[in-house]
Each structure stands twice: as C-alpha cells, then as structure tokens.
C-alpha cells in the first residue's frame, strides 16, 4: 500500500496511454482497464482522458496531445508525476507533445507491455519494447526528465510494476515537497560550528525558502507566557504524553513547554515544514533548558527539526522522511565502535524522534552541561536505537562549486552494547572506510542524517534526475578513494 503523505493526501498521477492507429484497439481497452485497476489498488488517483475524448481514451496526434495537456492543465496543483502506459507501439510525439504542451514539470514514469511469444502475427504483436525506446528518445530530445521500470517492459499487474510504482510515487513525493520546502532558521549558526554554513542563493534556486528569525524573539515571547496559560498547561500535558520526564524539575518543565508554544505558532505563522534551532548554547544560557523534546515531538510529527541551525541537515531530514513516510533523525558520525571498520556509533545530546527511542526519557546533556551548568540542560532526551534497517545521507551546498550535492547509502543500526548517555545507535554500513574518506575529501558536514529504511535509489532518482543535483550513492563496490562524483562519471564511461 503507497503511503499516501500527510502533507499531500491522496496521490494523483496523470495517465497517458499511447497508441498507434495500426495496433490492435483491443489492446488498448485492456490496458485502460488494467491500468485503472492497479492504481485504485494502490490508492492513487488517475486523471486521464475518457473514451469519449480521443479515440479508446488514448494519445496518438496532436490533437490528442493538445486535449490531454488541457486536462493536465486543469488539475495542476493535483498532479504529483505522469504514467505514461504503453500497450502498444505507442505515438512517441504524442506522448513528448503532451508533456511540453502541460508543462506539469514533474517525474514521470515510462511503462511499456510485454508481448507475448505466441502472439507476435499482426493482429497481436504489441511492439512496445521498441516504442518505450522511441518514446525515451522523444523526452530525451524535449528536455523532459523521466524515469524507467525495473524491466523494460512489464504488465501492470505483475508484483514487479506495483514495485516500480511505488517507487515513483515515493520519488514525486520527494520531488514535490523539496521544490516547495520551506524551512525555518531559529536563530544564528554558533560560532564554533562553521561546518553547517549554507548557501541560502543555491536553496531558493532550487524552491528552497529559507525564513529567519533571531533567537532573542522566540526566547522574548517565550518568557512573556504565563505558567498558568492553558496554552502552556496543554504543552505540559502534551510533553508527559510523549515521555517520561525523570528527575526534570517543574521550573524546567514550564520553560520547556513556553519554548514549545513559541515555537509551534512560530512554524504555523510561517507554514514552515521544517526547522533548524540555535540550541548550542544560548538557549541554555539565557532560558535555563534544552530545546531537544521539542525537536524530538516535532521530527515525531514530521515536521522535522535539526539543531546548530543547520539547514541543509533538517531539509535532508525531510527527503528522506518524504521518500520513506517516516521520521529522520540528525546525528554525529561521533565514535569507532571497537575495531570493527564497518561499525561506528551514531550520537547527539537528545533530539531523536521517539520512533527512534523505544526507551525514552527526559533527562540533561552532560557535556554540554560542562560549560552552561548541567541544571540548565533539562530537555535533552536518552535513549538507544535498536535495530532497524538504515538509510544515511547528507545534502550540502557546495558553494565555492556553486552546487547542490549529496551522499546516500544503505546499512543497517545494530543492537550491538553501547555504554553511553544520550540519543545513540550503532551502525553497521559495507565499506565504511571508503565512505568516510569520501566524506571527508569531498568537505561534508560531520552531521548525517538517518531513517530507519532502505529508500536511497528513491533519493537517488529525486536528487539526482529532478532535482539535478550531483549525488554519490555508496555501496560495497564504491570507490574508496574518495574521488568526486564527477571523476566517478569519467571513469564509469570510460569502462563501458
């Protein structure tokens, strides 16, 4: 079943069925009805034309084209990403004027048929091999970005095409919410942490806004609420609901909660999807607590929220929340695990969302509380991460190159002993070594982001294709040297 988003609600996806007037209708009536079939199941909704508007409901002139890209038009803001079905040869110009014509600019996916050995005489033969190549061409030729099934060609039926499907969708759901992504700056970066500097230029260039705010006006009106407000009450009661709030004393708890309604109205006002907060160390100088239980609820909500303002950290926390419908988290690259070249410790005070704390409790963060004084971090939350699959990665902007970039990969976080405070996990990721000299070679933060999934070509397929942004996918057979993503793209055609 395709999650269907809590920031879009049901997916629809335009549907255009190619033809060719020398194919058998027959075909195309079955694969209408197929195709139909196979998106109800998976709760997608379809906008297509009807039988009545073009011949069997299909594409093939360029009027069809011209009445197709009308219905587009229509249900813009609705449409997420373009099936375009083959059941047979198709029209390659129908398909590529259609999509020029509705400047929809979104994902879209190529399926073709299968034909089958016994049926290749005249009145069967689909040919839709050869069309979907003609088809590509076409897209390729306009300037329109695409994407292929796993198979060449594949019945909408068979398990492989729900497969490709919801990858699509997962990819339109990526592609749409980064392109609209509006992320809030809570107060500035700290001094001491120059590695999440970011371009704000090369985020809008892309749709990225970015809205400021000085922490001294969220830490103001946070000190203007009373204790009795119902406002704070209800956040109070909201906070125990979450979690366990120790040996957190009351005064704390009332600072906690007045940070949280400010907080909360401030990302409503400003219909932000996501923060990044000044948490180190103003707000524990001058509020007397940590802002992580609030981060923690709100990642939890999928809204996710990343700490030392770091923007480009809470927006890759967002892909990746986008493309598996489930929270992400920040963390350090912090820690060895022992000698084992494939393990390391992932680490932060306490800002997880609870998926990733089955054990979680409210508590301080010691090493920060070196310097402000331990009674001044309450908020912080402990606890450890079983396992679960894992997704990593990073977007950075890259400014002396004046690009976007990213690394992804997949692993696994381990239940493997680890005696510490905090949020922590242990990971467990092939080539480990190759991954951290390419992190570090190529200037990424020391902050990744995980998701307890395996959804990296879906990230792949939505930065790299429709974002347009340079992106290194690790994998066991990963260059170790750390070499660029572009000596990489050398070397790959030099060796075909």
Not at 5 to 34: C, H, M, Q, T, Y
Not at 185 to 196: E, K, L, M, Q, S
Not at 291 to 296: A, G, K, L, Q
Not at 330 to 354: I, M, Q, R, S, T
Request: aromatic share 8%.
């Amino acid at each position: 079943m395709i999650f269907k988003g809590k920031a879009f609600g049901k997916v629809s996806l335009g549907v255009i069925i190619g033809n060719r007037n020398f194919f058998p209708d027959k075909l195309v009536s079955e694969a209408r009805s197929e195709v139909l079939e196979v998106l109800k199941k998976n709760g997608l909704n379809p906008i297509l034309l009807n039988e009545e508007q073009t011949k069997l409901g299909g594409v093939e002139t360029f009027n069809d084209a011209v009445k197709c890209a009308e219905l587009f038009e229509e249900h813009r803001k609705e449409i997420m990403g373009v099936l375009v079905v083959l059941p047979n040869f198709g029209d390659e110009r129908g398909v590529a004027e259609t999509l020029k014509l509705a400047k929809l600019d979104v994902p879209v996916l190529v399926q073709g048929y299968p034909d089958d050995l016994d049926k290749l005489d005249v009145a069967r033969r689909r040919d839709a091999w050869c069309g979907k190549i003609s088809v590509c061409n076409n897209l390729y030729q306009f300037g329109i970005k695409y994407s292929l099934t796993r198979d060449h060609v594949v019945r909408p039926s068979d398990p492989g095409f729900a497969e490709d499907l919801n990858k699509f969708v997962s990819v339109c759901r990526v592609v749409k919410g980064l392109r609209t992504a509006r992320i809030g700056a809570i107060g500035a970066r700290p001094g001491g942490f120059n590695t999440v500097r970011y371009s704000e230029k090369l985020l809008q260039k892309h749709g990225i806004s970015v809205t400021t705010v000085d922490l001294s006006e969220i830490l103001g009106n946070a000190n203007k609420l009373d204790n009795n407000e119902q406002r704070v009450k209800e956040r109070l009661d909201k906070i125990a609901g979450y979690t366990s709030t120790g040996r957190t004393p009351q005064d704390a708890l009332f600072q906690i909660a007045k940070m949280d309604v400010v907080l909360n109205e401030f990302m409503d006002e400003n219909k932000l999807d996501a923060t990044a907060i000044q948490c180190w160390t103003s707000v524990q100088e001058n509020f007397g607590c940590n802002v992580c239980t609030s981060m923690s609820m709100m990642s939890e909500n999928m809204q996710p929220s990343a700490c030392e303002v770091d923007v480009t950290g809470t927006l890759t926390m967002y892909a990746m929340q986008l493309a598996s419908g489930s929270p992400s988290a920040l963390v350090d690259w912090n820690n060895n695990y022992a000698d084992d070249p494939e393990k390391c410790v992932l680490f932060h005070c306490g800002n997880w969302a609870k998926s990733f704390l089955p054990d979680i409790e409210m508590s301080t963060a010691p090493i920060l509380g070196t310097t402000v004084g331990e009674e001044n971090t309450y908020g912080a939350l402990d606890g450890r991460t079983p396992a679960s699959p894992l997704t990593y990665g990073r977007i950075s902007t890259d400014d002396p190159q004046g690009v976007i970039k990213a690394y992804i990969g997949e692993g696994s976080l381990t239940d493997d002993p680890i005696n510490t405070f905090g949020n922590r996990a242990v990971s467990k990721i092939p080539n480990l070594q190759g991954l951290m000299q390419y992190v570090c070679k190529n200037g990424f933060e020391h902050h990744v982001v995980m998701n307890a999934s395996h959804t990296s070509a879906i990230l792949q397929e939505a930065f790299e294709n429709y974002m347009g942004w340079e992106v290194y996918h690790h994998n066991p057979a990963s260059v170790a040297s750390g070499k660029n993503v572009q000596k990489q793209k050398e070397e790959a055609f030099q060796n075909k």
